[in-house]
């Protein structure tokens, strides 16, 4: 089982770029399929993007063109490159592992998106 932890969250003004790193570690990381979530205060928890282990991309349709998900299997860690930001992009942003029945998540960072 894997160990997460995120990184690169952090205070920026709508219209501007943030990227998100997850470091894993473990042997298994390369097989895992690997996502993002978020959680605003009062709202629930949602797929922000997904990437398999053989690299096959999803998106909420909120970010779909904004936001990219990839993953370095070599350096353990997959990446939220997130652009064009918007206020409502405010939330906490947590890593997600899953292999088989084996879920890992992480501990999230703060995003903050100001108008």
């Known amino acids: 089982q894997v160990q997460l932890v995120e990184s690169g969250g952090g205070l920026v003004q709508a219209g501007g770029s943030l990227r998100l790193s997850c470091a894993a570690s473990g042997r298994t990381f390369s097989l895992n399929s690997m996502g993002w979530y978020r959680q605003a205060p009062g709202k629930q928890r949602e797929l922000v993007a997904g990437i398999t282990s053989g690299g096959s991309t999803n998106y909420a349709g909120s970010v779909k063109g904004r936001f990219t998900i990839s993953r370095d299997n070599a350096k353990n860690t997959v990446y939220l490159q997130m652009n064009s930001l918007k206020p409502e992009d405010t939330a906490v942003y947590r890593c997600?592992?899953?292999?088989?029945?084996?879920?890992?998540w992480g501990q999230g960072t703060q995003v903050t998106v100001s108008s």
């Open positions: 997600n592992a899953q292999l088989g029945s084996v879920t890992t």
